[in-house]
């Protein structure tokens, strides 16, 4: 055999592999902005223990290339939606999980400018070809039938109107438990959160591509 063809042997032996690893193509990684008060911010905990962060690991457990990034802020309302979201659309991201609207009930604010403010926030997102998640929350028992009622409603109703993911409730398994809360009844402790990332997780695996 020529030295030639020898080469031409040995190129196809050592280049042959590393084109079809080349070739391999791995999914770009995606961003999920989660828009929310202290139950997104991980208020109590540190910031590791917080779901969007225990969610992040069971994305990367998971092999599924998506970068949480946690815009929670405690104490906060939807009346604050558009402002922030307009301020991180800056980074352009591809998903955002609205998980706004407890602090509103809580406050007992009117049900009709609840509803607007995420109307209007979920709307700009659209506009920028941003893929929408509505996170859903109940209140206690003693904010009356009524109250409660028209503020679950409301959530049912958004999704309808705009065709949005949805998290029926945020703190499934998790409002009132109290060993899943922290001494106060309504914040989660790491367990709590663990199982927030896990509903959250859960509805998310196969609805972001």
Known sequence: MTFLRKAIVIGLIFVTPLSVLGGAKTEPEKTLLIIGDSLTEGYGVSKSSAYPAQLQKLFEKNNIPIKVRNAGSSGSTTA?????????????????????????????FPIE???KNLSEGIK?????????????????MNFGNEYRAQFEGMYKSLVKQHDVIFIPFLLKGVGGVKELNLSDGIHPNEKGYSAVAKTVFEVLKGSLK
């Open 80 to 108: 604050s939606l558009k402002g922030r979201l307009k301020w991180h659309l800056k980074k352009k991201p591809d998903y955002v999980m609205i998980a706004l609207g407890a602090n509103d009930g809580l406050r007992g």
């Open 113 to 115: 400018s609840t509803e």
């Open 124 to 140: 700009i997102a659209m506009e920028n070809n941003i893929k929408v998640i509505l996170a859903g929350m109940l209140l206690p």
